[in-house]
């Protein structure tokens, strides 16, 4: 094989959101940019969707980078609004508005379909289908396999955007200094839809509807044609779990027991099971996320747990930063790439830190009824006390607050309300549900105050 030298372009290993927006973003700077991706064949035949996550959550932090790229209000426009969080509890539900912040869904294959659009009006962005087999990381130098033809190309810089069972990834693994951290969990999940016929009337379609229950969960994100997308995460072995689940009839009776109020949006409830993946959730935390001429970006470099919907958020952030940096310090790749990985090393952490509290809260937290008081607390804080208090959640939805921010303010969070549980006038403050001065004093202790005019 010989080494093709192409060192003042650069290369993106997997053309996934966080890998097109980078490409549009360094393409708008200049550069020509070649995409490596398999699944690729032209900007409308691609196989857009990769079987798993069907849609994704953005929030204002993805949306950063759509800003970047100038595309915040065709991503926004392919999608839902969501105004809502929905709890589906057994016997009752609960709203958390969103507060006319904007949090929205979009279907992978939209968003993706939208991306390579945009990809393809720059001449200099070249996208070949073939998979990278490995990247010299020092040199820059980048392996690939085609359908006929394999070849070794020189980059100025590379992108391992290659999602989570990144290759890029495994080319800084040959190195000792390299730290790798993979957790698989004793949880599962399988995806289908409420069809829009169905989904319209029995639940919002501007609405995020979450069931929680004991050791699982059921989410549900709508489409903008009306459908649903749900997820039910549930232990893959153990007494409850994928492991017993061992026919329709099975299926079928666990969703009749935990979730009576989806039956009558699921038509084929009585053979779904059999046409159903159970796919397993694995979370990755490595550094440093550079070295030489190489940067992870995305699930490649942090793959953490959908629960709380932040996976593409938190990849579309390494984008921003990563053309901040180069907006800083120009054409010096090796600052750019040192100072990157070290910016986005405790995010990536909070992020995932964040996430697993999510699952404790959607299967331990929220399933038990004590818990209620707990959300009235939280309720009655935002009515009276915004924007002087404000939720790690909504840190993390709807601000560009850095992910070590909300995991301050959650541990903040979690001893206000330790503090308000206490105190024996609680029911009667909640009762007047107005503002209170000694409340107001507990929060100034926690550094939340008015900002003096
Ligand atoms: C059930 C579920 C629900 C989710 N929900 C949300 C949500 O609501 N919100 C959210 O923010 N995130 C969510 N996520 C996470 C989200 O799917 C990922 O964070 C996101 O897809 C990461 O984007 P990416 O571009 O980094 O990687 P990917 O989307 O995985 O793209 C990687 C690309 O690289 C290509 N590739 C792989 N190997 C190679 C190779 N060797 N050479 C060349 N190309 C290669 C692949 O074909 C693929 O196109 C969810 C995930 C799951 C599993």
Redesign the pocket.
């Known amino acids: 094989m010989d080494l093709q030298e192409s060192i003042d372009r650069i290369a993106i290993?997997?053309?996934?959101?966080?890998?097109l927006t980078l490409a549009i973003a360094l393409a708008e700077r200049g550069f020509g940019i070649d995409i490596?991706?398999?699944?690729y064949t032209d900007s409308e035949g691609a196989q857009l969707s990769?079987g798993?996550?069907i849609?994704?959550?953005?929030m204002e932090r993805?949306l950063k980078a759509f800003d970047i790229i100038g595309m915040r209000d065709q991503i926004i426009e392919i999608g839902v609004v969501l105004k809502q969080r929905t709890v589906h509890f057994p016997d009752d539900i609960m709203i958390n508005p969103f507060g006319g912040n904007i949090t929205s869904t979009v279907r992978r294959e939209d968003l993706q379909r939208v991306l390579y659009k945009k990809a393809a009006e720059f001449s200099q962005i070249k996208l070949i289908n073939a998979?990278?087999t490995s990247v010299d990381i020092k040199k820059g130098e980048v392996a690939w396999s085609g359908q006929q033809e394999t070849g070794v190309q020189a980059y100025l810089q590379v992108f391992g955007?290659?999602?989570?069972?990144?290759?890029v990834r495994q080319s800084f693994q040959k190195y000792h200094w390299f730290e790798l951290q993979q957790e698989t969990l004793n949880l599962g999940?399988i995806?289908f839809l409420f069809p829009p016929e169905l989904a319209k009337g029995n639940f919002e379609a501007d609405t995020l509807h979450l069931w929680p229950r004991p050791n699982c969960y059921l989410f549900g994100?709508p489409n903008n044609d009306g459908s649903i997308t749900i997820?039910f995460f549930y232990p893959l072995t153990g007494p409850n779990s994928f492991e017993q689940i061992k026919s329709n009839e099975d299926f079928k009776n666990v969703f009749t027991q935990l979730f009576p109020n989806t039956l009558k949006c699921i038509p084929d409830l009585d053979s779904l099971w059999s046409g159903l993946k159970v796919?397993y959730l694995q979370d990755f935390q490595c550094f440093p996320f550079s070295h030489g001429r190489a940067s992870l970006?995305?699930?490649?470099g942090h793959t953490i747990q959908?629960y709380q919907?932040?996976?593409?958020?938190l990849?579309l952030e390494d984008v921003s930063a990563i053309v901040e940096l180069f907006d800083q310090h120009k054409d010096d790749w090796e600052k750019i790439n040192q100072e990157y990985s070290l910016s986005r090393k405790q995010s990536a952490r909070s992020a995932k830190l964040l996430t697993d509290l999510t699952l404790v809260e959607y299967t331990k937290e929220l399933p038990d009824p004590s818990f209620k008081q707990v959300c009235r607390i939280i309720g009655y804080l935002l009515k009276n006390y915004s924007p002087v208090f404000c939720t790690h959640f909504q840190l993390i939805a709807f601000t560009h607050a850095d992910y070590c921010e909300a995991e301050i303010r959650q541990n903040v969070e979690r001893k206000i309300i330790q503090e308000l549980v206490q105190r024996s006038d609680l029911n009667m403050i909640l009762q007047k549900d107005v503002k209170n001065q000694e409340i107001l004093k507990l929060l100034a202790r926690y550094g939340l105050r008015e900002e003096k005019k």
């Open positions: 290993v997997g053309a996934g959101p966080v890998g490596y991706e398999p699944r990769n798993r996550s849609n994704f959550t953005i993805g998979r990278v955007a290659d999602g989570a069972h990144s290759t999940y995806e994100l997820n796919s970006i995305g699930d490649a959908p919907g932040q996976g593409v958020n990849g």
